[in-house]
């Protein structure tokens, strides 16, 4: 098990440095930073000025080595939007985002799960269709319309919830369900489809044989096999939550770091911009590299592969 994670640590790492260069070069090659400081109508003098007082005007390598040099002192650079801390900035959304993050996750295990489970239990019957009914429909609906649906439904018609801001957990739940929709359908299908194969196992039929039926066959014997896929897809969509959180975001006013992504792209603010892509990179790799190893201890044959 070291020897696999130590593996996966090494590959975590090289996948983290090549994502921080990516990042850098293009955001650098796509656009002009002392341009966006100095703002569209600047002269070529002030934007020369500009190159030189951030050091702009040397050459690329250098930059990207001073960030990297900065980065592993940990700072994180300056914002030119804002001219605060790019970590003070970030610190002070990711919290937000965490928790909408967190409870769209909850929600997508509580409803793709079982609906998966019970349209594994009762193939090609109406609960079946039903199912997979409500799985293209959650991947075919905008996400932005569906919130702002939700918004008139159960915002401003039945009160249920606000329509707006971050300051309760109430605050939370309607943006929370509206994000959890695009990772519902996914997960709901590779549920079913793992506890079918599962049920054509030879173990599950040896159970069978044993007495076992139903939830009890379900629980016990089907469902630690036919998860092993779907724990890797829940870790990707967790981190398209927390970096893909834009959209829904913006609609209920959360001042989070898709917020603040957003922002800081209208705002021309590389800086920030480039960080944020390095921390959401960071983020699937680590989620990523969690879920390999919560595989390979729920599966022996992937640590001795």
Do not use: C
């Not at 951030?54 to 650079?77: K, S, V």
């Not at 970590?87 to 799960?113: D, E, N, R, W």
């Not at 009762?122 to 991947?139: C, E, F, H, I, Y």
């Amino acid at each position: 098990m070291i020897r696999y994670a130590f593996r996966r640590l090494l590959l975590a790492a090289a996948v983290a440095f090549t994502v921080s260069l990516a990042a850098f070069l293009t955001l650098h090659l796509a656009t002009d930073p002392a341009q966006a400081i100095a703002g569209e109508n600047a002269t070529p003098d002030v934007v020369h000025q500009i190159r030189v007082e951030y050091g702009l005007d040397r050459p690329l390598t250098t930059q990207y080595g001073a960030w990297i040099d900065d980065l592993a002192h940990g700072d994180l650079g300056e914002s030119y939007y804002w001219h605060q801390s790019v970590g003070h900035l970030i610190a002070q959304a990711a919290p937000v985002t965490f928790k909408l993050a967190s409870l769209a996750l909850l929600f997508t295990i509580g409803l793709a799960i079982p609906l998966g489970a019970l349209a594994a239990l009762r193939p090609n019957t109406w609960l079946d269709r039903l199912a997979l009914s409500v799985a293209v429909a959650g991947q075919a609906v905008p996400t932005f319309w569906f919130a702002l649906m939700a918004i008139v439904a159960f915002a401003v018609k039945l009160h249920w919830f606000p329509v707006a801001g971050g300051g309760s957990l109430a605050h939370f739940v309607l943006p929370a369900f509206v994000l959890s929709m695009r990772s519902v359908p996914p997960v709901m299908r590779l549920t079913r489809a793992g506890l079918l194969e599962a049920f054509e196992s030879d173990y599950i039929r040896t159970a069978r044989a044993k007495g076992f039926r139903g939830s009890r066959l379900l629980t016990r014997q089907a469902l630690r096999n036919a998860l092993l896929p779907v724990i890797s897809v829940l870790a990707v969509q967790l981190g398209h939550k927390l970096g893909g959180s834009i959209i829904v975001e913006s609609v209920f006013s959360l001042p989070g770091i898709g917020r603040l992504t957003l922002d800081s792209i209208l705002g021309g603010d590389i800086p920030t911009v480039q960080m944020l892509v390095f921390v959401f990179a960071l983020i699937f790799v680590g989620l990523t590299f969690v879920a390999d190893l919560i595989n390979a201890w729920l599966d022996p044959r992937l640590r001795l592969g």
